[in-house]
T-cell receptor, first 113, second 110 residues
Framework: GAGVSQSPRYKVAKRGQDVALRCDPI?????LFWYQQALGQGPEFLTY????????KSGLPSDRFFAERPEGSVSTLKIQRTQQEDSAVYLC???????????FGPGTRLTVT | QQPVQSPQAVILREGEDAVINCSSS?????VHWYRQKHGEAPVFLMILLKGGEQKGHEKISASFNEKKQQSSLYLTASQLSYSGTYFC???????????FGGGTRVLVKP
């Protein structure tokens, strides 16, 4: 079946704009994760959902970052009033159940100018 | 705390072997290994769980020493397609967030 998909693949935003990044997990996967990856670094955890419940948001860098998964499938990561330091690749991953391997989407490359 | 990967980079000739190590200072529930090529998503290679369970691709082998909180990924008879950056991700809490190491860049030359 289809893997994890993310849209848009590339996003250029002017400083101060709001952006919304979408993630479609693998069908039936209960757990969904968002990670931020800076150039040349490993992914860094942002937040985690189990179905529609956001169980861990300890990695969100500021209150400008907000994530939701209202029906337990598609998730949206929203960044308000974008700053240059928000420029990164945002990766979404899903896993069948808690504790299993995570499958990553292609990411959204966000550039804030 | 971020796990430490070594070496940071390795260059191989096709057919050669290599070992990539991942070390944590905290007790772990599981270790996950991924390979990422430039501009692409990390691809799942292997998960090793506390207690000895493993799941992954047939051509990849890895070990997990729970007492030492260390894991090793073995690249055997390397192929050109093995080139990329390898990340280990550690899970301390049974199924929540992964904390990734800084990566090991692998280049396999003909």
């Amino acid at each position: 079946g289809a893997g994890v998909s993310q849209s848009p693949r590339y996003k250029v935003a002017k400083r101060g704009q709001d952006v919304a990044l979408r993630c479609d997990p693998i069908s039936g996967h209960v757990s969904l994760f968002w990670y931020q990856q800076a150039l040349g670094q490993g992914p860094e955890f942002l937040t985690y959902f189990q179905n529609e419940a956001q169980l861990d948001k300890s990695g969100l860098p500021s209150d400008r970052f907000f994530a939701e998964r209202p029906e337990g499938s598609v998730s949206t990561l929203k960044i308000q009033r974008t700053q240059q330091e928000d420029s990164a690749v945002y990766l979404c991953a899903s896993s069948l159940i808690q504790g299993h391997e995570q499958y990553f989407g292609p990411g959204t490359r966000l550039t804030v100018t | 705390q971020q796990p430490v990967q070594s070496p940071q980079a390795v260059i191989l000739r096709e057919g050669e072997d290599a070992v990539i190590n991942c070390s944590s200072s905290k007790a772990l529930y599981s270790v996950h290994w991924y390979r990422q090529k430039h501009g692409e998503a990390p691809v799942f290679l292997m998960i090793l769980l506390k207690g000895g369970e493993q799941k992954g691709h047939e051509k990849i082998s890895a070990s997990f020493n729970e007492k030492k909180q260390q894991s090793s990924l073995y690249l055997t008879a390397s192929q050109l397609s093995y080139s990329g950056t390898y990340f280990c991700g550690t899970d301390r809490t049974a199924g929540n967030k992964l904390t990734f190491g800084g990566g090991t860049r692998v280049l396999v030359k003909p």
